[in-house]
């Protein structure tokens, strides 16, 4: 499958050739994610410029909270912004290590997820950790299409972390270009900005004036939770 050659040969190049603001992968992470809490509805939702906010909900099952936004620049094109907490026991890693460990499952569950999703192609385009030094923590970016027939979607995921959350975004999208690494980085930058720079409610207030819901899972696109929800356990 030319998915396989594709791989094989960006993560060859990545290995060879690093490039200035990426930082190396480690070969050996940690798989297990014990929970831990955290009060996810103390965080508030991002108003980011060229995306029109459509509403946010807590997962119970996967225990994030997901942020839905429509790309105004890209028609049909969609953000997800998930939150949730970092591991216990996890505090303490290396911001490289940590980013590494939990970016390495979500990319390669979200690849399992289209392939099986797919008999069509599947062609990564980027997969490295860039270093922001705006960030506390570097981010996991990746990009990937998936061509069906003559059509073809392209993927964008990002992670990275702000103590004591993960931060992730997945761009869908059905018709541009996606996202180029800097809009990615500034992204992540933005978002994390406004997520942890300004006054939070007091932790375990179960407040819904934001329009917060509680929904099962199957409510938004969690292409990537059920295989990352399993790592979890």
Not at 5 to 26: H, R
Not at 90 to 112: C, F, K, N
Not at 163 to 192: K, T, W, Y
Request: hydrophobic share 40%; aromatic share 6%; with cysteine.
């Amino acid at each position: 499958m030319r998915y396989c050659l594709v791989l094989a040969l960006a993560l060859l190049v990545a290995c060879q050739n690093p490039g200035a603001g990426t930082a190396a992968i480690p070969d050996s992470v940690p798989r297990n994610l014990p929970k831990k809490t955290v009060d996810l509805l103390a965080y508030p939702a991002p108003a980011l410029s060229g995306y029109q906010f459509m509403g946010d909900g807590k997962l119970e099952v996967s225990q994030r909270r997901v942020f839905v936004y429509q790309d105004t620049g890209s028609d049909g094109a969609r953000l997800q912004l998930a939150i949730y907490a970092i591991p216990e026991g996890w505090d303490d890693m290396a911001p490289t290590r940590l980013v590494a460990g939990h970016y390495g499952q979500v990319r390669e569950s979200l690849i399992q997820h289209l392939l099986r999703s797919s008999n069509d192609e599947l062609e990564l385009l980027e997969d490295r950790l860039v270093d922001s030094a705006a960030l506390a923590y570097p981010i996991g970016f990746a990009q990937m299409i998936q061509h069906e027939r003559a059509a073809k979607t392209r993927y964008t995921l990002m992670l990275s972390a702000h103590q004591p959350l993960f931060v992730r975004m997945e761009h869908i999208d059905g018709n541009g270009d996606g996202l180029s690494p800097q809009q990615a980085e500034a992204l992540m930058e933005n978002v994390i900005a406004q997520l942890f720079g300004r006054p939070q409610p007091a932790s375990g207030s179960n407040s819904d004036s934001n329009g917060t819901s509680t929904m099962n899972d199957s409510t938004v696109d969690t292409s990537t939770d059920a295989a990352t929800a399993e790592a979890s356990r």
